[in-house]
């Protein structure tokens, strides 16, 4: 028979820059109805994301882990877009400034500092999680 095709082709961008591409088996997604795992032949996707991680099982089995502020998936005949208001890798990720900041916008009350503490949050949430990950091996 046919042998199914099992690789998604996967891509997260922000609105500045390709944060990532290339294929892989799953991505993991937080959207608001919880967790989402996509793998190929999946039906199609169209969902926003929450603030929080995106985790990209890479098809030469490394595991990508992506910061993500707002914006949507979308999956559609094994093509993956993650299209973020901002995105980053979690490699990419200064955890010691990440905390900084969360501990600074954590201090003060202000609608904005409050929006800056959840980003500074998901960061070092991001960048522990790739920590961990990478102890496990």
């Known amino acids: 028979g046919a042998s199914a095709v099992s690789e998604l082709s996967v891509s997260v961008v922000s ?4 944060v990532w591409s290339g294929t892989a088996s799953m991505v993991v997604a937080k ?4 967790e989402i795992g996509i793998m190929a032949g999946h039906e199609p996707v169209l969902s926003l994301l929450v603030n929080g991680v995106v985790r ?3 098809s030469d089995g ?7 502020h ?8 094994n093509q993956v877009r993650v299209l ?11 955890l010691g400034r990440a905390q900084a900041a969360l501990a600074k916008a954590q201090a003060d009350d202000s609608d904005e500092a ?3 503490a959840l980003r500074a949050e998901t960061r070092v949430r991001a960048a522990t999680s790739i920590t961990a990950a990478g102890l496990q091996h």
Do not use: C, W, Y
């Open 114 to 116: 409050r929006a800056a």
């Open 31 to 34: 959207t608001p109805e919880g």
């Open 56 to 58: 990209v099982h890479a």
């Open 84 to 94: 973020a208001e901002a995105a980053e890798l979690a490699q990419d990720i200064d």
């Open 62 to 68: 490394t595991k990508v882990v992506v910061a993500v």
């Open 70 to 77: 707002g914006g949507f998936v979308a999956m559609d005949s």
């Open 15 to 18: 609105v500045d820059r390709n």
